[in-house]
T-cell receptor, first 113, second 113 residues
């Protein structure tokens, strides 16, 4: 079983739709959870960051972590064509000297005008 | 502006040639990373360094070499031993203060002539 599983899509939605992106993971030691957005031929940019369980909201974006189910989600409300990108989930262990991130393979999202 | 600068943006390698990709950061981050990204493969860790003059192999280090002589710089050499070097290469850095969060450069696209 891979440490992090992410549906690669592609996912195509009309403008204004609510988008749900998800990752599952197997390692219960993960404590820090991130979502990155990557436009074509660009480097990933940090979108959301959550520590442990719970929700975090930032404008149209909401990140959810359910540690009991080992499941994280990113919701995009009122999606825009500019949201079209690949979304990568990532996670890391708590503290210590290990700063390595484990990434999902990314979900390609297209928002159609 | 603080950030991570990768150069060049595009690079071409001839058969049997070593090439070096540059990565510089002015974020005062301790740790730096190199990833390779292929279509459908997600991000794969090549090398990482948590402190100057020290670095560790990632998941796909064969055919690559790095150095970390300065905190700000972490160049990657793609050697002739790397038989399939065509990929998008991403450099990232992170701070001890915020476990795991990595910030990425814009990437270098390497192709074989």
């Amino acid at each position: 079983q891979k440490e992090v599983e992410q549906d690669p899509g592609p996912l195509s939605v009309p403008e204004g739709a609510i988008v749900s992106l998800n990752c599952t993971y197997s390692n219960s030691a993960f404590q820090y959870f991130m979502w990155y957005r990557q436009y074509s031929r660009k480097g990933p940019e940090l979108l959301m960051y959550t520590y442990s369980s719970g929700n975090k909201e930032d404008g149209r974006f909401t990140a959810q972590v359910d540690k009991s189910s080992k499941y994280i989600s990113l919701f995009i409300r009122d999606s825009q064509p500019s949201d079209s990108a690949t979304y990568l989930c990532a996670m890391s262990y708590s503290g210590g000297s290990n700063y390595k991130l484990t990434f999902g393979k990314g979900t390609l999202l297209t928002v159609n005008p | 502006d603080g950030g991570i600068t990768q150069s060049p943006k595009y690079l071409f390698r001839k058969e049997g040639q070593n090439v070096t990709l540059s990565c510089e950061q002015n974020l005062n981050h301790d740790a730096m990373y190199w990833y390779r990204q292929d279509p459908g493969q997600g991000l794969r860790l090549i090398y990482y360094s948590q402190i100057v003059n020290d670095f560790q192999k990632g998941d796909i280090a064969e055919g690559y070499s790095v150095s970390r002589e300065k905190k700000e710089s972490f160049p990657l050499t793609v050697t002739s031993a790397q038989k399939n070097p065509t990929a998008f290469y991403l450099c990232a850095s992170s701070s001890r203060a915020r476990s795991g969060i990595q910030y990425f450069g814009a990437g270098t696209r390497l192709s074989v002539l």
